[in-house]
Nanobody, 115 residues
């Protein structure tokens, strides 16, 4: 089982940027598909971006061209660079590690974008 700790959330104005980080424990980090998800108040959790062990990425249409997911397997860390933020990006952002039929979640980090 892998444990995940997110950081980097906060309050930012429209058009601003934030970089989220997710530090993972364990020796098998490089084997996992890593993802960022978000959940806004009153809405279901949705996928934002994923990255495979080989570095292949996928993004939700709403963030394409603005967000970039990356990973550093040597540091057991996955990142989400978020640019051109809008109030619609306000949510709790969660990191997830998927592999072996299971998904492990972090505790989440709040991102608030003011208009």
């Amino acid at each position: 089982q892998v444990q995940l700790v997110e950081s980097g959330g906060g309050l930012v104005q429209t058009g601003g940027s934030l970089r989220l980080s997710c530090a993972a424990s364990g020796r098998l980090f490089s084997m996992y598909i890593m993802g960022w998800y978000r959940q806004a108040p009153g809405k279901q959790r949705e996928v934002v971006a994923t990255i495979t062990r080989y570095g292949s990425t996928n993004y939700a249409d709403s963030v394409k061209g603005r967000f970039t997911i990356s990973r550093d397997n040597a540091k057991n860390t996955v990142y989400l660079q978020m640019n051109s933020l809008t109030p619609e990006d306000t949510a709790v952002y969660y990191c997830a590690a998927s592999g072996g039929g299971t998904t492990n979640w972090g505790q989440g980090t709040q991102v608030t974008v003011s208009s």
